[in-house]
């Protein structure tokens, strides 16, 4: 790994797709056991898990790779995530009743630490911090 | 019963956390001896499972199966992917990441302790 323009993947990127690794694991795992043990008790709230956690996982995977195309993935699902935390996060304190039973999203990702919360917001800044320094999208950045 | 595995693995995952903190102190990346230490983590998580599975096989004790297994492959896969993660990355990012997943691992075990005493 020695390149040396700005990547996704690497400095403190290298950070950023661990900890969404460890969340999307988390998520995974948390839906799928949900999905298996309980989906019929709250399916509105297994089905958020449910996809939450796939796009958790494809937001870390976009993150790694970086190039052009993965980039545009990464910028859709890590602002899917900030608006999903947001939105559920204020539904679930607004109106518990909606959902049921809880998900990685309520209370704002109370019951991750609020890792949830901030992880998105890091990645926006994140993608703004490393974008390619001149602005058509694909050519430049295809050549480092 | 899993009382002194939990111990063992939240002190390892404490030395192996401070030691990779030290080398982000020091601007440093990971390196093998690090590995190794995380292989010695990874060995006694396997112990854990496999404790666990006779004592479950053998013994009269209730656990919520799924969550308690699904906790327990979660702790075992985060170390080996970190590693090869982190050691791909020469700067100090890379002692982040191994600080990270440690940290994580002793709190996954600390969650499995809870749950094998919950049910």
Not at chain 1, 90 to 107: D, L, Q, Y
Not at chain 2, 62 to 87: C, Q
Request: proline share 5%; charged share 10%; aromatic share 12%.
């Amino acid at each position: 790994m020695s390149r040396t323009a700005p990547r996704t993947g690497s400095g403190f990127g290298r950070l950023l797709v661990t900890v969404y690794g460890i969340l999307a694991f988390a998520a995974i795992g948390r839906s799928s056991y949900e999905l298996a043990t309980k989906f019929s008790e709250a399916p509105v709230a297994y089905s958020l898990s449910t996809l939450s956690a796939v796009v958790y996982v494809v937001a870390t995977v976009a993150l790694a790779k970086g190039g052009p195309r993965w980039r545009v993935v990464a910028w859709v699902t890590v602002a899917f995530e900030a608006v999903g935390v947001l939105a559920v996060g204020t539904a679930s304190v607004v109106s518990p009743e909606v959902f049921g039973e809880t998900t990685v999203w309520s209370g704002f990702g109370q019951g991750y630490g609020y890792v949830p919360l901030v992880l998105p917001f890091v990645g926006l800044w994140w993608l703004w911090h490393t974008r390619p320094d001149t602005t058509p999208l694909a050519a430049p950045e295809a050549a480092r | 019963m899993l009382l002194p595995l939990l111990i063992l693995v939240v002190a390892l995952c404490a030395v192996l956390a401070g030691w990779a903190l030290w080398f982000v102190v020091r601007d440093r990346a990971v390196i093998l001896r690090q590995l190794f230490g995380a292989a010695a983590i990874e060995a006694v998580l396997v112990v854990q499972a496999i404790v666990a599975g006779v004592l479950l096989a053998t013994q009269d004790h209730a656990v919520d199966g799924p969550l308690f297994w699904g906790y327990l492959a979660t702790a075992l896969v985060i170390l080996p992917v970190a590693a090869f993660w982190a050691f791909a990355e020469r700067t100090k990012w890379s002692s982040v990441v191994l600080a990270a997943a440690a940290v994580t691992v002793a709190f996954l075990d600390w969650r499995l302790w809870q749950i094998w005493g919950a049910a």
